[in-house]
Every structure is written in structure tokens, then in C-alpha cells.
């Protein structure tokens, strides 16, 4: 691992559900800008690693450090403050129904103690990029999926985190909006300079990412960065 550049980095990670080892002593990180696609079959561990390293869950043992600094350990009120720190995208989107996609978008703010007016037009600024325009005042059940997701995308966007998680962003999508939201999620994240963490099952989704890592039995059983998976679809294409 390449601790010294990264933002976040997870080492020996265990974390069981009574008998079940869903972890079993995964070291990882990722770096400022970078994507990475954390893959594997259903109940190989890649929910719970992402919740350990985005502070959902403690691991049982072992260490999660953002920026150096230890997270795993934190308690309240000093857990909260990760909210400023990671941004959230999850399958369902899960906005909440009673507010209009703008009031959506700033939650993440107001909840940080932004003023409303303030963090509405924050907010407002990430409509234009991610193609939303005008849906400022639609609610969830006036959007579509993809527009939905976006406007998901734009909240985890809105405080300008280090690391995004992303958990099957495209899973309730059909595949064309499901690659137009990756595209749009992998690179405004570069763009902002903030590290994305994705766990999907869709190798399609993966290959947008900078990196792959597979999660086997609660262990990396893989770890390849687009480039190298490139030249090895060259090289089997010639075979």
C-alpha cells in the first residue's frame, strides 16, 4: 500500500456478525482523485468494508486513518463530524421525499450548521454540471431514476468531501442511465479532487474506475488499476 499519498487507508481489518467473518484482515487505501471499484459476489465482506472505512461501523480490529489521523476509535460527537469529511451515494438515492431536490442537496450543509439560504445556493451551483437544471424544486417522486441519482450525487458533492462512498450507485438503473451516473459520479469527484470508493457488482461500473480491487471471502483476492486491465484484455484478445 501506498500510505504515504493516500487519504484513506484501511490495515487488518476484521469484522465478524456473531460466527460470520464478513472481514478478514484487508489492508487497502486509495488516494486523493483516485476511483476505485471495490467488487465481489454477494456476502463477500465489500458493504461492510466500505462501511468500516467510511466510520458506519468499527471494525473489530484494526486501523482506518483519513489524512494520518486515526477515525476508527472516534466517538460522538467527533464521529459526526465525518459528515464534513465523506460524501454518501446509495442505490435507492434515498432522498427524502418531503423536500425539493435543492433542500436535498443542502441537507448535508444545514446539518453542518450552514445557514439555509446559504446552503440552498450552495447547493443550486451543482444543478448545471450535473444536468439538472430546472428540476431545483422538483421532489424525488417528480424526478426520474437517473435524475434522482444525480441529485444524490450532487449532495454528496455539495460539502466538498475527501472521499465519496458509493454503494450500487447504478443498481436500480437501467444500464444506459446506470454508465451516464458513473461517468457523471467518477469525473466530477476527480474534478473536485476527492477520492470515490464504489462498490458495485457490475464490471461495466468498474471499468470507469481507476482501480478494482475483488473481495473474497472477507479478503482481497485482487487488485488492478484500469491501465492493467487494459493491457490484459489486450494481450487475451491476442491469444
Request: aromatic share 4%; net charge neutral; glycine share 12%.
Amino acid at each position: 500500500m501506498n500510505t504515504t499519498s493516500a487519504v484513506l487507508t484501511g490495515t487488518g481489518l476484521f469484522k465478524s456478525y456473531g460466527m460470520a467473518r464478513a472481514l478478514a484482515g484487508v489492508d487497502i487505501d486509495v488516494t486523493s482523485d483516485q476511483s476505485l471499484a471495490v467488487m465481489g459476489p454477494s456476502g463477500s465482506g465489500k458493504s461492510t468494508l466500505l462501511h468500516c472505512l467510511a466510520g458506519i461501523e468499527r471494525p473489530d480490529s484494526g486501523e482506518v486513518l483519513l489524512d494520518g489521523k486515526r477515525i476508527d476509535q472516534l466517538r460522538e460527537p467527533a464521529r459526526s463530524e465525518l459528515r464534513t469529511a465523506f460524501g454518501f451515494v446509495f442505490q435507492s438515492g434515498q432522498l427524502l421525499p418531503e423536500l425539493p431536490a435543492d433542500e436535498n442537496v443542502a441537507l448535508p450543509l444545514m446539518l453542518g450548521g450552514t445557514p439555509r439560504r446559504a446552503a440552498v445556493e450552495q447547493a443550486r451551483q451543482w444543478f448545471e454540471p450535473l444536468g439538472l437544471q430546472g428540476l431545483e424544486g422538483r421532489r424525488p417522486g417528480q424526478l426520474s431514476g437517473g435524475q434522482a441519482q444525480r441529485v444524490a450525487i450532487a449532495r454528496a458533492l455539495a460539502g466538498r468531501p475527501k472521499v465519496i462512498f458509493a454503494d450500487e450507485p447504478t443498481g436500480a438503473l437501467d444500464q444506459a442511465t446506470g454508465m451516464e451516473v458513473i461517468r457523471l459520479l467518477v469525473e466530477v469527484s476527480r474534478g473536485q479532487g476527492a477520492a470515490l470508493v464504489v462498490v458495485t457488482h457490475d464490471a461495466n461500473v468498474a471499468r470507469w474506475c481507476d482501480r478494482t480491487v475483488e473481495v473474497r471471502d472477507g479478503r482481497l483476492a485482487g487488485d488492478q488499476s484500469a491501465a492493467q486491465a487494459g493491457t490484459d484484455a489486450k494481450a487475451g484478445s491476442r491469444r
